[in-house]
């Protein structure tokens, strides 16, 4: 980028962890810099779009772990059925940017949030959102009434002590009574998410949970309570996808429902929860080829080596997610034109502040660098995160890259 084309320093759309003079991740770059690799990403994205095809069941990927409707774009081009959001905004900067199939797997509450809806579906988006009370139908009945629009809602079947939902079968056929009532809502059938089950036997519990969404869905049908000619049943976080699928599937809801399953974290997965989740998948689902791969990695400096066997880098809680500290991956000489990376092994996060890493080095580190040479200032290090969600958030510019660490893309986030 050349002094000419530079923009100016006021403009609002700068940002940290952008290519500064070049597209050199390891030179041109300003790090930190929260960084998706492109051949992880391109697996992550035909992977899990097989799993949902496998399974007879369409993918509306939930867009809050990511905010970036380049990527949003990209799981639609890979079969995507439509995008899952969580909050009104976040809808309306979906639909901005080209995403009219709108998911909102949350309860649509306040006048201010209806209106940013109701213009949405003014302007031509297919809305959905949940609703799991009396007091929500009504208010929602008499919103969209008075703005003579139509809105689509799935009743959501909660679990005890979990999140949202109705808590049983009689509630749900009770409420689904209520908005049959209701000229100004549609109901388009049911939601669920198991992600809040916990205990001695999740897997047993998801299960059971599942094949209730099938039944309750089920008698949704039988009553006429849906109104929608092709009705849906959704549930499914990152984790326990695999069994909700297999639910829906052995339900043969195919033919009668359309199954929408809702992971995000897939899209770049993770160093931490969701590998650790993605190999419990595979040890239950055997036959599932080689998994997903993590594509979201966050590069910073070595800043100082202040004593012996101490390591600060220039990342922090304000950079990375911290579920659990940040995972220390690789090392890279800065300006390293042939992108050679160094073993980090032994090295370990001890301490995370807004804006610093604290990072124990093995015993022989200073002296010998582990037979790549000594630790130096200025050494880059890829870091793995837990939970992706909350190290997208810290970001309003992510660059993709290729295997040679070139930068091909920068992608902007909306949070």
Not at 112 to 128: K, P, Q, T, W
Not at 255 to 269: E, I, K, N, S
Not at 382 to 397: Q, V
């Amino acid at each position: 980028m050349t002094d000419s084309t530079r923009p100016p320093l006021a403009e609002a759309s700068l940002h940290k962890g952008l290519p500064e003079t070049g597209n050199r991740l390891l030179a041109d770059v300003s790090l930190p810099a929260a960084v998706i690799h492109e051949a992880a990403l391109a697996h992550n994205l035909a992977w899990m779009q097989r799993f949902c095809d496998a399974h007879g069941a369409r993918l509306a990927p939930h867009g809050k772990t990511t905010m970036a409707p380049a990527l949003f774009h990209r799981q639609l081009q890979a079969g995507a059925w439509g995008i899952t959001l969580a909050t009104a905004p976040q809808c309306r900067a979906a639909f901005a940017h080209g995403i009219h199939r709108l998911l909102m797997a949350n309860q649509l509450v306040g006048e201010a949030n209806m209106a940013i809806v109701a213009e949405l579906i003014e302007a031509g988006a297919d809305f959905y959102c949940v609703v799991d009370s009396v007091a929500n139908v009504d208010q929602l009945a008499r919103y969209f009434a008075t703005r003579g629009l139509r809105l689509k809602v799935l009743v959501e079947l909660g679990v005890p002590g979990g999140r949202c939902g109705c808590r049983d079968t009689d509630e749900v056929m009770a409420l689904a009574e209520r908005i049959d009532s209701e000229q100004a809502l549609v109901l388009s059938g049911l939601e669920g998410y198991e992600g809040v089950m916990h205990g001695d036997d999740p897997e047993r519990a998801v299960r059971a949970y599942a094949w209730q969404l099938v039944e309750v869905v089920q008698g949704l049908e039988r009553d006429a309570l849906i109104e929608n000619p092709q009705p849906i049943i959704t549930a499914s976080g990152s984790a326990w996808y695999d069994l909700i699928a297999d639910v829906f599937r052995e339900a043969r809801l195919g033919a009668q429902f359309v199954p929408v399953l809702r992971p995000g974290c897939y899209v770049v997965h993770d160093h931490g929860i969701y590998r650790q989740a993605q190999r419990e998948i595979l040890a239950r689902q055997p036959h599932i080829e080689n998994g997903l791969k993590p594509a979201l990695e966050v590069f910073a400096q070595v800043v100082s080596l202040p004593e012996p066997g101490l390591a600060i880098v220039g990342l922090g809680k304000r950079d990375i997610g911290h579920d659990q500290l940040p995972e220390p991956l690789r090392r890279y000489r800065e300006a390293d034109d042939r992108g050679r990376s160094l073993s980090v092994e032994g090295w370990r996060v001890t301490k995370l502040m807004d804006q610093h890493a604290f990072v124990r080095l093995p015993a022989d580190e200073d002296e010998l660098g582990n037979g790549n040479g000594r630790v130096r200032v200025g050494d880059i290090v890829a870091f793995g995160a837990s939970h992706p969600c909350l190290t997208f958030d810290k970001w309003r510019r992510i660059c993709r890259v290729d295997d040679r660490l070139e930068v091909v893309e920068v992608m902007d986030t909306y949070f």
